[in-house]
């Protein structure tokens, strides 16, 4: 699913759920300029996706025509593929690059970050076997998925073998924190962005 599509099922899900909310709360959440949310209300208008009222006369309000809902289902269906299908992969490329652990040997984990990602990457482990020591995270948060969670500054404190770090954006910045905090570069791994 391209981010055109991931768009407009934001804004169909959202004018569904309010059909009053204003462009700028729209811009918000779409994460862009309001102009542009103002231009992508038109396009949908203008596929017959929305009905674009005045209800007192002073106040928009944005209604989902039957074409609107269909599209909604149409993107909605496609989301979950799409989603479905990056689960997998994900999976699949977590297991290729924990392969070379050997959960018979006691191999121990930490996992750096606490995201969707890092749940895949925790239920990967378990599947090989693979001891989940902890979470390494900057929040307040002392336990996710009934493991503990601590700062990167005081992961020299567990046993482990490597550091799976499940952050693409800040992946860089991650590896040399860990560094700097005492681990090994080489016991360092970094899940890379599909490709």
Sequence with gaps: MDLQGQRDLLLLSELDRDGGAT?????????VALGLTNLYLKRLARKGY?????????????????????????????????????????????KEMLST????????????????LAELAYLSLREMNIDCVGFIDGSSRESFLSCPVS??????????????????????????????????????LRLGLPE
């Design 151 to 188: 700062s990167p500054d005081k992961i020299s404190r567990w046993q482990f073998d490597r550091v799976l770090i499940t952050d693409f954006e800040h992946a860089t910045a991650c590896e040399e924190q860990l560094v700097q905090s005492g681990v090994p570069r080489e016991k360092v």
């Design 101 to 116: 652990f050997d959960g018979s040997h006691g191999q121990r984990v930490v996992i750096y970050g606490t995201t969707e």
């Design 23 to 31: 462009q700028r709360t729209l811009a918000i959440k779409l994460g």
């Design 50 to 94: 929305i009905k674009i009222t005045t209800i007192p006369r002073n106040r928009i309000r944005y209604l989902l025509t039957p074409q609107g809902f269909t599209e909604k289902s149409r993107l909605t269906y496609l989301y979950m593929q799409y989603s479905l299908s990056y689960y997998r992969d994900m999976r699949t490329r977590l």
